[in-house]
């Protein structure tokens, strides 16, 4: 069993920051890729940032620049730095993971979602 949980949510004004967390836990073997999604109201999920094991990253383009994923294997967690949030960035966001798991068994994982919300 493995589980996502993620932390750092919350209201913030435009121009500010947030930094958001995710941390696997359960019987992991090893973790491949992790990201970052998320759902805005009546829209649906879409990619934000992604990280390898190895540390290469990709962006949305609407968050390149602004946005910055980081990973810390030691710690089998995710984090994404947001910086100059705009109102559009509001939505929940969902961490995602591929894990190998005991067993040998290689599955993708999503936390329970966290909200941003970009408002004055």
């Known amino acids: 069993q493995v589980q996502l949980v993620e932390s750092g949510g919350g209201l913030v004004q435009p121009g500010g920051s947030l930094r958001l967390s995710c941390a696997a836990s359960?019987?992991?073997?090893?973790?491949?890729?992790m990201g970052w999604y998320r759902q805005a109201p009546g829209k649906q999920r879409e990619l934000v940032a992604v990280?390898?094991?190895?540390?290469?990253?990709n962006y949305a383009d609407s968050v390149k620049g602004r946005f910055t994923i980081s990973r810390d294997n030691t710690k089998n967690t995710v984090y994404l730095q947001m910086n100059s949030l705009k109102p559009e960035d509001t939505a929940v966001y969902y961490c995602?993971?591929?894990?190998?798991?005991?067993?040998?068994?290689?599955?993708?994982?999503w936390g329970q979602g966290t909200q941003v919300t970009v408002s004055s």
């Open positions: 995602n993971a591929g894990v190998l798991a005991s067993g040998s068994y290689y599955g993708t994982y």
């Open positions: 990280i390898t094991s190895r540390g290469s990253t």
């Open positions: 359960g019987s992991i073997i090893s973790i491949n890729v």
